[in-house]
């Protein structure tokens, strides 16, 4: 499977900060915010990546992650000019994913939790239909809206329904099947003229293709796209990782537990991060037992 990230965008609701810097280059605590959703990508065994940014922004992205080969990966970039709706981001990366499985996940969703990594490797089996998760939240109505049955099987979605079928919002993460391009091909520009993922949902849940997971309660979800939850976001990871000592979301330390990258290679990482708390981190990595958190996938082709 390959996994799109989806940082364009002119991040309006964080202005003054993103009018000059891509919202999704903003730091979280001690890392750039795309770290996080990329890797979630990598927990889920994903290696060969696409990222879509803005045309102006795309020199500090590659500046920032290059081709992915020191940790393991492969990354590959496209330019989205406007913001033309989510479901746009398989259109702009039709040739990336041709007929493969592919997960879409939006550049400023965070996610952590116990149980997590398990869950993200199952849903990046899928081979047929789509796959979506459900996160329980006070007020649906800000959100795209799923109900679903006990077996897992979507019976309505909905976009910021004013009466919402459920408490369950869908948050910026989705696996699709090999189809999914030629779906976001059929797709009408909605009211406000973009593609929307829900039509998109919407498309595999007419043809009973659509399949929700609930995401348990030990798990945070959290959306980075205003002042206000860029500070929670910060707070949040800070708190854990030093009550904890471990760090969220480093692609670093999950390459090298995965077994894509040798000790050699994490610490020219390390070496290359100078004297800070994050390269100090990965040095004493190389000073414990290499306990993969799973069996990772081979290398990409």
């Known amino acids: 499977m390959k996994g799109i990230i989806l940082a364009g965008g002119r991040g309006s609701r ?13 730091p979280v605590y001690n890392k750039p915010m795309i770290y996080y959703p990329l ?7 994903i290696r060969e990546v696409l990222i879509i940014t803005m045309p102006e922004d795309a020199p500090s992205y590659q500046k920032l992650l290059s081709d992915g080969k020191s940790w393991g990966m492969r990354f590959s970039y496209a330019e989205q000019e406007h913001p033309r709706g989510l479901a746009d ?40 239909g789509a796959l979506i998760f459900a996160y329980a939240v006070r007020d649906p109505e800000r959100y795209g809206v799923v109900d679903f049955d006990e077996r897992g099987v979507a019976l309505s979605i909905e976009e910021k329904p004013i009466k919402p079928s459920s408490n369950y919002a869908v948050p910026g993460l989705y696996f699709y099947d090999g189809s999914v ?3 976001a091909r059929n797709l009408e520009p909605s009211s406000r003229g973009e593609l929307e993922i829900t039509d998109l949902n919407k498309s595999y849940l007419e043809s009973r293709e659509l399949r929700v997971e609930v995401i348990g309660r030990g798990v945070a979800w959290l959306d980075a796209g205003t002042h206000e939850s860029l500070l929670q976001a910060s707070n949040f990871v800070q708190t854990i990782e030093e009550r904890q000592g ?10 090298f537990r995965a077994g894509y990258i040798t000790r050699d290679e994490l610490r020219i990482l390390a070496h290359g991060l100078g004297d800070t708390s994050y390269a100090k981190y990965l040095s004493a ?4 037992p290499q306990v993969p958190f799973w069996r990772g996938p081979a290398d990409p082709e």
């Open 246 to 255: 471990l760090m969220i979301s480093s692609p670093e330390e999950i390459a």
């Open 89 to 128: 981001a398989f259109l702009v990366g039709s040739n990336f994913v041709g007929n493969e499985p592919v997960c879409l996940i939006l550049g400023d969703n965070i996610f952590f939790g116990h149980g997590l990594s398990e869950q993200l490797e199952a849903a990046a089996q899928l081979n047929s």
């Open 285 to 288: 990595l190389l000073d414990e």
């Open 14 to 26: 964080l202005f003054p900060l993103t009018i000059t810097t891509s919202k999704q280059l903003l």
């Open 181 to 183: 391009v030629e779906r």
């Open 39 to 45: 890797s979630l990508l990598m927990l889920a065994g």
